[in-house]
């Protein structure tokens, strides 16, 4: 079975990522890239759908394990009786500028520190989701092939360690004293390709040297200056680490079917590129200092999104692709027998009215930025909001993605605003006079019915959806969309209403917790944990509403949930004290990072004796 989700690190090359747990075990690798067919499938199922284990042998849990400094270089050590041993984990960026190495590789580095340590590997390599056993052989005693159709792995290993092959796995066995060090790489290829030949200790030296290198210089970017900078940067890193560098698009997480409750239904792939997600991202970047980071992934959108309007998809490949057709895995017996496994996401095709708005606000804090946008994507913004005055009327899916009927949700008309005011922003910024006054009008519509349908005087809160009695955490947004200012009575009334969501100290999305946690959205059934973006969203609100205390109170509280290297998934459980959901996950750590601006901006803190924050 594979570990708890806060278990696992991410190591990546800015095209694809691998989880390895503490027990020194991959269990989660698609290759080439995020949204290609794991090889590593371990995650989901068992060691035998894909894994690959390399720790003393009969020790479980590592000892220690962190990030070398402001880098993806992974460091795990294992304390044992007889000696101790240092495992270094690390993927070479793929990334423009650097030196072409060929696909994607991970080399796992084995180092005797003090001693004398036996030491256990074993690689079981099943290519498409863990279904395939592939065609295994030995090119010589260090040096093994795996194919099966259109892939192929490679692993070679160090002198002085012989592979054991067998058609099920590879394993060896060998002893590292205090100095010693060897190295194994595993690498995918195109079935087609000659395999590259085995790299040198040199050419592995010289591998980890170049990834020491680029992350220590690009976390060096920096300009936050903060409480909680350590989380800051994590974040940041994982956000980078979850870019695919070619097209600068950022995938949700890199993993696929995780549960949003241990046995439950909702278990998706988040290994795509979410239009919700980009204002907060762009937002995230430029503040923190990346502005390269930024305007890549802004480029990114504009791409993915041209054409017809009608076509405007929630999702995309990391390429801008647009089929992603969901489907169920009944091989995989899922995370914690977790079911269905779901590739592929259906959410693509639904109607979700907020995107417009993402995409509007996206291009308008490019603009401001500096960006120069030429006349197709100014053409962009005039269609987009012709076609939205067409729409916003209808009901959707809404941000969440409901598998269930469609609804009039308060934030998809919130974000329908967003779009039409951010056309107004851009409009006299190019001075296109022609369709600001139909834009402005479009503007006053939506904010009136918004209040007066979306508001609820018995709740004294803005409710989820028209007519409904529930809350929904996406109203903590708006006074940081700009539609009511903080102070408005009605943001007030709805920062307090969230305490009907709270959950021992963090935050649903939506269902009273009164209630069990429960809703009516879809038929999917069952209860989830805490989700950890809305909790950041409520720490902003707390704040911007002047209850700073408390909204330093729920910071802490969330920075208490990341696991020991730093990562958040999408959902907690505050009561098992576990995480939930997909892993890393991007908008956890983009809120995380606007959070500590928001708090803090750039003003340099101190932590008082107690270990609490405290302004300097």
Not at 92 to 98: I, K, Y
Not at 231 to 259: C, E, Q
Not at 373 to 390: F, I, N, Q, R, T
Request: charge should be neutral.
């Amino acid at each position: 079975m594979a570990g708890r989700i806060e278990d696992y690190a991410l190591v990546g090359d800015l095209e694809t990522a691998a989880l390895v747990g503490t027990d020194g075990s991959v269990d989660w690798w698609c290759a080439p890239r995020f949204d290609s067919p794991a090889c590593l499938a371990g995650l989901l199922g068992d060691p035998d759908h894909g894994s690959w284990i390399l720790a003393p042998a009969g020790n479980g849990r590592c000892t220690r394990r962190s990030y070398r400094g402001g880098t993806l270089v992974l460091d795990t050590f294992w304390e044992t009786l007889s000696g101790t041993v240092r495992i270094t984990d690390f993927m070479p960026p793929r990334a423009p500028g650097l030196p072409a190495d060929g696909g994607p590789r991970i080399i796992r580095l084995v180092e005797g520190i003090a001693g004398r340590v036996a030491v256990r590997g074993e690689l079981r390599v099943r290519f498409h989701h863990g279904s395939i056993v592939p065609w295994t052989r030995s090119t010589d005693r260090s040096t093994v092939v795996s194919v099966a159709g259109p892939d192929s792995a490679h692993l070679s290993c160090g002198p002085g360690v012989e592979l054991d092959v067998t058609p099920e796995r590879t394993s060896c066995e060998f002893t590292v004293t205090a100095g010693r060090r060897v190295a194994f790489v595993l690498g995918w290829s195109p079935s087609h390709a000659p395999p590259p030949p085995p790299p040198s200790p040199a050419d592995v030296a010289a591998a980890l040297t170049r990834t020491l290198d680029f992350w220590n210089e690009w976390a060096a970017t920096l300009r936050y200056e903060g409480p909680a900078r350590e989380a800051v940067l994590r974040s940041l890193l994982t956000l980078k680490a979850l870019t695919y560098a070619p097209t600068g698009g950022i995938v949700a997480a890199a993993t696929a079917s995780l549960p949003e409750s241990i046995g439950g239904l909702r278990n998706w792939d988040y290994r795509f590129c979410w239009l919700r997600d980009s204002t907060f991202t762009l937002s995230c970047l430029l503040r923190s200092g990346y502005r390269r980071e930024a305007l890549a992934w802004t480029e990114w959108l504009l791409r993915a999104v041209a054409g017809d309007p009608a076509d405007l998809q929630p999702l995309y490949g990391v390429e801008g692709q647009r089929r992603l057709p969901e489907t169920h895995a009944d091989w995989l017996p899922g995370y914690e027998n977790s079911q269905p496994v779901r590739f592929g996401n259906a959410a693509v095709g639904q109607f979700q009215l907020d995107i417009y708005g993402e995409v509007l606000s996206t291009v308008y804090s490019a603009v401001r930025a500096g960006v120069v946008l030429d006349p197709a994507a100014w053409a962009l913004v005039a269609s987009l909001l012709e076609y939205l005055g067409k729409r916003w009327r209808e009901p959707d899916e809404g941000i969440w993605e409901v598998r269930g009927p469609r609804r009039h949700f308060v934030h998809s008309k919130v974000m329908a605003w967003v779009a039409a005011d951010r056309a107004v922003r851009l409009a006299r910024v190019a001075g296109l006079r022609g369709s600001l006054g139909h834009w402005q009008a479009l503007r006053a519509e939506l904010h009136a019915e918004i209040c007066a349908r979306g508001w609820s005087e018995e709740q004294h809160s803005f409710t989820q959806y028209y007519g409904s009695r529930q809350v929904d955490a996406t109203a903590l947004l708006i006074p940081r969309l700009g539609f009511l200012p903080a102070g408005d009575p009605r943001v007030l009334g709805t920062v307090r209403a969230m305490e009907r969501l709270d959950d021992h100290g963090f935050l649903r999305r939506y269902g009273d917790v009164r209630d069990g946690g429960t809703h009516d959205l879809d038929d999917l059934g069952g209860t989830e944990g805490a989700f950890v973006a809305c909790t950041f969203w409520y720490a902003d609100a707390l704040a911007v509403t002047g209850r700073a205390d408390e909204a330093r109170a729920v910071f802490e509280r969330l920075l208490d949930v990341r696991n020991d290297v730093g990562l958040l998934a999408e959902e907690w459980d505050p009561v098992a004290g576990r995480q939930l959901g997909n892993t890393p996950q991007a908008l956890s750590h983009v809120a995380l990072v606007n959070t500590a601006f928001t708090l803090y901006g750039t003003r340099r803190h101190d932590r008082d004796r107690s270990g609490r924050l405290a302004v300097a």
